[in-house]
T-cell receptor
Framework: EDKVVQSPLSLVVHEGDTVTLNCSYEVTNFRSLLWYKQEKKAPTFLFML????IEKKSGRLSSILDKKELFSILNITATQTGDSAVYLC?????????FGTGTSLTVIP | GAVVSQHPSWVICKSGTSVKIECRSL??????MFWYRQFPKQSLMLMATSNEGSKATYEQGVEKDKFLINHASLTLSTLTVTSAHPEDSSFYICSVIAGGRWTQYFGPGTRLLVL
């Protein structure tokens, strides 16, 4: 059975901290892994990863994929209160997208 | 990325009425759209895959006669919640896949409250 597991389920940090969110997967026919940020609305796209070892970076956010160990991490440096959200990981296996349950991040001023 | 809109963004209705939600792909011809439902503090739950010009594919446990999906064109899919009940109150989100079918872009979502 295809599955995507995210950890931790929730995280509370102080502004300025660095956080690492994890996403592991077991799927057949891997195509891509995607990270989304969801605040009180629909998810917004962050990154798409298809190749191992190539870091994707956008400002303070970065992500990398390890296709051998079947996981990805999302790093956020110098966190701000605006980073508070649920971060979703999804794996595309062709026409199917499997979502993790998300990591709820709360950044305290 | 693809730009996706949904209408309405918010709807409140009485129990027993039907509600139609539109999902439009504004800059991309989407042969496939997805419909999700999300309850508070829960992850997205895929309801159905909407295919242009053919019948939607529903996930197990989703009643196709209750959640009618029509994907009449490459830019528009509609979800109609028929005879809505309070337990149908949820956040409904559509998405399109783009980028060689490897990336999914979401609409802004529609919050449905059934009284």
């Amino acid at each position: 059975e295809d599955k995507v597991v995210q950890s931790p389920l929730s995280l509370v940090v102080h502004e300025g901290d660095t956080v690492t969110l994890n996403c592991s997967y077991e799927v057949t026919n891997f195509r891509s892994l995607l990270w989304y940020k969801q605040e009180k609305k629909a998810p917004t796209f962050l990154f798409m990863l298809t190749s191992s070892g190539i870091e994707k970076k956008s400002g303070r956010l970065s992500s990398i994929l390890d296709k051998k160990e079947l996981f990805s991490i999302l790093n956020i440096t110098a966190t701000q209160t605006g980073d508070s959200a649920v971060y979703l990981c999804a794996v595309n296996t062709g026409n199917q997208f499997y979502f993790g349950t998300g990591t709820s991040l709360t950044v305290i001023p | 990325g693809a730009v996706v809109s949904q209408h309405p963004s918010w709807v409140i209705c009485k129990s027993g009425t039907s509600v139609k939600i539109e999902c439009r792909s504004l800059d991309f011809q989407a042969t496939t759209m997805f419909w999700y439902r999300q309850f508070p503090k829960q992850s997205l739950m895929l309801m159905a895959t909407s295919n242009e010009g053919s019948k939607a594919t529903y996930e197990q446990g989703v009643e196709k006669d209750k959640f009618l999906i029509n994907h009449a064109s490459l830019t528009l899919s509609t979800l109609t919640v028929t005879s809505a009940h309070p337990e149908d109150s949820s956040f409904y989100i559509c998405s399109v896949i783009a980028g060689g079918r490897w990336t999914q872009y979401f609409g802004p979502g529609t919050r449905l409250l059934v009284l």
